[in-house]
């Protein structure tokens, strides 16, 4: 723990003018610090000057005075204090992003709001300034390990047809600064839910590595799962053996390295992890609609709400301890009803809880969430139908949730070569490239994606045929797209895909003796 882990209260006056920006919570938290500004309103008068000095002053009774900004209640006295959120967190030095309103248009206004960030920052500074900020970069020990290449703003075309020259390989680009992009707009949109890696979804270990340095817990489903997470420094703490249904060897694992949340939604479930680790800290995992969802999983796993009650009544009884509730409305979820639902259900559990003498502090709001921008249905969506939500819950009650495409769908970009071409009587084409569907594509049969390639350094114009791309291996099946429209390619022309990051590396072989993985390549760009 830091010495400075705790709440600090920051007083900005602004003289002459009761109508003030007049605090500033910091919550300073190991490595985070999260700002919070109370009495939020606009300066309007043209003379007010900035005071130019700054206290750490205890909170008392402020007004919220912008009603139209989301809030929340955070007063441990149960005064009325409300709060708008904001994250700092720069590249090089500690501020606060806000916005006065009206500096757009007025100049005088801007001028003070710079400098209220000038004293904010000198505020913190001080109060603060044993506690490194939060940094959304790759940490400088993975970029040396796995050859990080900064690419500033570059054309990923630009970058694929470089490492394309001179090879034939299939190859990955992975963005690492999409994954530390996609952390900060996590931050940015579900403050208070802290973020557990499925990396059931992506295993890199340059990803673990990078999401653990930003802070982000992870969900493991295995042994394996947990020994890699472990490996890479996350603390037990930081881990839940998330599968409903465990193998004694895999939780007498998590009992030796520590980890102690996990998991169950059903009574044999339960009493073999009690007759293994009685210290184990549960987490019920209900059942939901996941009909929203294109890879569903509750046929499978969560407990029926009919059965919460005899489910907590037998872990009473045994002296469990069951810390709250889980569910999972299914892998790429295409509705926010389905989680605005699941939400509902968890806190009627809540509830019944209470009845067993479990007063829950543990919510998990499982997986799910999209992984790329211009869907149908947007990570903003989801985090929008969930945030009203959540104060349906105690103030004590910590909340998770468990991202897996979220955080590396769009991060990985492949590029194919074609090796063997074929033209067929009808006068379409078939292509073989170097990677299929026992390879990264095997997304296309375990997560019903639907690929498509695109031309590298080849124009697109010109007369399009029916075309069908292969992968490598002699069954016929190694399908990777069929009857699309392309122009005529030749052996040696590059396709690439974008957006693979999710459930492609995780379940590859090697059938027939290729390899499973690409060559990979990291950059981190600027997004």
Sequence with gaps: MNAYDGWHYLRVGVHGDPQQIQMIVINCSGNDIEFIVL????????????????????AHTFKHHTPSFAAERVDEHQQKHFAFHAIGNTKKTPHLVFRIPGAHSTPAIHQYSLQMTSIINRAVARVCENVTMTQYKVPKDVKNKWSVEATGDRHIEEILAEKAADREDAFFIIDLGRVTDKYKRWKEELPTVKPFFA???????????????????????????????????????DIIFA????????????????????????????????????????????????????????????????????????ASSIGCTVRGVSFHVGSNCLSPLAFEKAILSAAAVFRVAEGYGYRMDFLD????????????????????????????????????????RYFVADSHTLAVNIYAKRATDDGSYLYYVNDGVYQSFNCIYFDHYSPRPRLLGVSEKGEEHR?????????????????????????????????????????????????????????????
């Design 39 to 58: 009495c939020w309103c606009q300066i309007s008068s043209s003379s007010t000057r900035l005071k130019n000095t700054t206290q750490i002053a205890p």
């Design 243 to 314: 599968n409903p249904t465990k193998m004694r060897s895999h939780i007498e694992f998590a009992k030796s390295a520590g980890i102690k949340l996990m998991t169950f939604d059903n009574r044999d479930e339960l009493t073999k992890i009690h007759s293994i680790y009685p210290e184990a800290e549960l987490v019920l995992r209900i059942i939901t609609d996941d009909s929203h969802s294109v890879c569903g999983f509750s046929s499978k796993f969560g407990a029926p709400l009919s059965s919460v009650d005899h489910l907590l009544s037998t």
């Design 365 to 404: 709001l499982g997986g799910g969430w999209p992984g790329v921008d211009g869907a149908e249905v947007t990570f903003p969506d989801m985090a929008a139908a969930v945030r009203p939500l959540l104060p349906l819950f105690p103030p004590h009650v910590r909340v998770i949730a468990e991202p897996g």
């Design 467 to 527: 075309s069908t791309l292969f992968g490598p291996t002699c069954d016929s099946i190694d399908c990777v797209a069929k009857d699309i429209y392309l122009p005529e390619l030749h052996v040696g022309d590059w396709l690439y895909f974008t957006n693979m990051g999710a459930y492609t590396v995780a379940a590859a072989s090697s059938f027939n003796g290729f390899d499973a993985c690409p060559t990979t390549f990291y950059i981190e760009s600027d997004i």
């Design 199 to 237: 990396i059931k979804c992506n295993p890199n270990t340059a990803i673990i590595r990078t999401l653990a340095s930003l802070g982000t817990g992870f969900d493991c489903a295995s042994m394996a799962e947990m020994r890699q997470v472990l490996g890479c420094g996350v603390s037990p703490s």
